[in-house]
């Protein structure tokens, strides 16, 4: 098969396996008769299969394609080089999807060249379209095989109307008008993905083989959910960025939309969202406030994204393949916990860095750095100022807080502590003092009364600006008295009295 069927047609099968409990996966481009004697195998890998090894055949012919999935298995030495090996072929599948169909759609993207070289419809005939057909095939055929950028063309003979002579169209055809024309007539690239991969799912299932689907443009993608999100964390993995797009959403367009969807949310007003990898288009935009907020709610809300942009150096594939994390910062900064860095010609050195020194954890935006270097002394200039001039002081009363009454409670009164979270406040180090607190409480709160409900607030500020507000919660639950235990009560109370 032509190398450039590889790349642009099945790439991603191999991801797919890969991703898939199916291990020690290979895949190759030809057709089960090569496969039996094993020739192709071993020219290809210059051994036999691994007992256990499961392959993928495909054979992309003129009018159809076909998928094998065979296992191998070693049954005993024979000689020296090599093992006796067997095969179970686990299922094969023909789609009438072929060399054929990319003729027809590049023969309608030359007969297009024609009409607009001639400024208008091209008259149809079996002629015609013989000489489009063969002009496609040659089109394809030096593509695939030269791995050309570009492919000089002739149609002999192109009658423009009926009553015009007859003259040659010439023109150049590209790799890129090659997927064009492929894609645009009924998305033939991904028509054919989905039935490889259909046939493989189907395969699978009847051999009892999980398979997990992701698309062509993840291609060496690592294994596990969790490795994609540290491909994507540690080293800018924008094909494992894609993988993961498609597992939440099935197809990136969808998952952009979410995207944007969110930023919306988050208050992004300078955010639009073109791709899921950052990598440069025209309206893929933010600003520096912008990515502060995305990464302050990403810090926020899921801490646990700490465990992949603190690593310095890891592997993926049970240690095959090493990782280095982009962000530097991480192991030459004090306190550094991430977050993501980013590089496009356009955008220049970017980072979004963020380290934590005494409870206080701080971010750092760059964007358009000349260099890596210049980037990271930036950011470290911006968080050491940020930790020299600021700090996080614990707001506490200044006296202890009395017990409130409880009004018809199973107890008189209820305890009140301040909650654990959100009673910290930002305060520039050279001006500590100066704050006032101020304490609203009612004289009492009737039952029934739950753990944790607010009663009151205690209030910091400073010359008249509210810097924080932490709410007074009861500390336990105090439940309303029953009919009976009243009227105990009021028996007590009125006895006492006498």
């Known amino acids: 098969m032509p190398l450039y069927y590889k790349t642009s047609n099945i790439r991603g099968i191999a991801t797919a396996l890969a991703l898939s409990k199916m291990t020690n996966v290979s895949f190759i481009e030809e057709n089960l008769a090569v496969a039996l004697d094993y020739g192709y195998y071993k020219a290809q890998f210059e051994k036999f299969p691994a007992s256990g090894s499961v392959v993928l ?21 024979v000689g020296v080089s090599h093992q006796q090996t067997s095969l179970t072929v686990l299922g094969s599948r023909c789609e009438l999807f072929g060399g054929y169909n990319f003729d027809c759609a590049v023969g309608e993207a030359l007969y297009r060249l024609c009409c607009d070289q001639f400024h208008e419809e091209v008259p149809r005939s079996d002629a015609m379209m013989y000489k489009l057909r063969a002009a496609a095939e040659s089109v394809k055929r030096d593509l695939s095989a030269r791995g050309a950028s570009d492919v000089s063309f002739v149609i002999p003979s192109v009658r423009h109307g009926d009553e015009m002579d007859s003259e040659d169209v010439e023109g150049v055809f590209s790799k ?34 999980d398979v997990v689907e992701i698309s062509g443009s993840a291609m060496r993608t690592p294994r596990l959910q969790e490795e994609l999100l540290k491909a994507v964390c540690v080293a800018s993995g924008n094909d494992a960025a894609v993988a993961l797009a498609e597992h939440v959403a099935g197809v990136t367009e969808l998952f952009v939309e979410q995207m944007n969807n969110r930023a919306r949310e988050l208050g992004m007003k300078d955010t639009h969202f073109v791709n899921c990898t950052g990598l440069t288009a025209e309206g893929h935009v933010t600003s520096a406030h912008d990515i502060a907020l995305m990464s302050r709610e990403l810090l926020l809300h899921h801490p646990e994204v700490r465990s992949y942009t603190t690593i310095w150096m890891d592997t993926l594939r049970n240690g095959t393949f090493g990782l280095s994390n982009t962000n530097k910062l991480i192991r030459f900064y004090d306190g550094a916990t991430g977050l993501k860095t980013g590089f496009t010609q356009e955008a220049g ?62 107890a008189d009164t209820v305890a009140l502590p301040l909650p654990e979270e959100g009673r910290t406040v930002l305060l520039e180090k050279s001006r500590p003092g100066g704050l006032t607190q101020t304490v609203e409480l009612p004289e009492a709160v009737p039952a029934p009364l739950q753990a944790g409900d607010t009663v009151g607030t205690l209030t910091v500020s400073r010359e008249g600006e509210t810097l924080l507000t932490v709410p007074i919660v009861a500390a336990e639950t105090v439940e309303a008295l029953t009919w009976r235990e009243m009227t105990a009560r009021l028996l007590r109370m009125a006895i006492f009295c006498e």
């Open 349 to 410: 050195y970017c980072i979004s860095a963020t380290a934590e020194r005494d409870g206080m954890e701080l971010i750092a935006v760059i964007m358009k750095g000349n260099t890596s270097d210049s980037r990271n002394a930036d950011a470290k200039t911006l968080l050491d100022y940020g930790f020299s001039t600021y700090a996080l002081v614990d707001v506490q009363p200044e006296e202890p807080l009395p017990a409130l009454p409880v009004t018809l409670g199973a």
């Open 57 to 77: 055949f495909c054979d992309m012919g003129k009018y159809a394609t076909t998928i094998t999935i065979v296992r191998f298995t070693n049954v005993g030495a």
């Open 176 to 209: 890129e008008d090659f997927e064009s024309a492929c894609t645009r007539e009924d998305s033939l690239f991904e028509r054919f993905y989905h039935i490889v991969f259909g046939a493989v799912e189907a395969i699978a299932k009847d051999a009892s083989i």
